[in-house]
Nanobody, 117 residues
């Protein structure tokens, strides 16, 4: 059974940092591209960052470039999103996603990130 278990969200002040983790099980993690999406209240879900299965290719949304870092550890089946210089507009529910061409994607349960004074 596939599981993507997220952790690390919470409340942080503007300018602060958080690290999200997503621990995967039930599938061959090293074969999947991993993505982080987010959805803010009243807005559409957006892709924040992705990392190829080997880590050789990484992409970021323009809104987070230079502030967020995606990484993965294929030895322990975990993907991370390090978030720095957080802004109130980063407030959203963040989801990790495992994707592979030709297959349905797997989604994590979501974790709330709130950036507020």
């Amino acid at each position: 059974q596939v599981h993507l278990v997220q952790s690390g969200g919470g409340l942080v002040q503007p300018g602060g940092s958080l690290r999200l983790s997503c621990a995967a099980s039930g599938f061959t993690f090293s074969r999947y591209t991993m993505r982080w999406h987010r959805q803010a209240p009243g807005k559409e879900r957006e892709l924040v960052a992705l990392i190829a299965n080997t880590g050789s290719s990484i992409m970021y949304a323009d809104s987070v470039k230079g502030r967020f870092t995606i990484s993965r550890n294929n030895a322990n089946n975990t993907v991370y999103l390090q978030m720095r210089s957080l802004k109130p507009e980063d407030t959203a529910v963040y989801y990790c996603v495992a994707a592979r061409v030709g297959e349905a994607a797997y989604w994590g349960q979501g974790t709330q990130v709130t950036v507020s004074v």
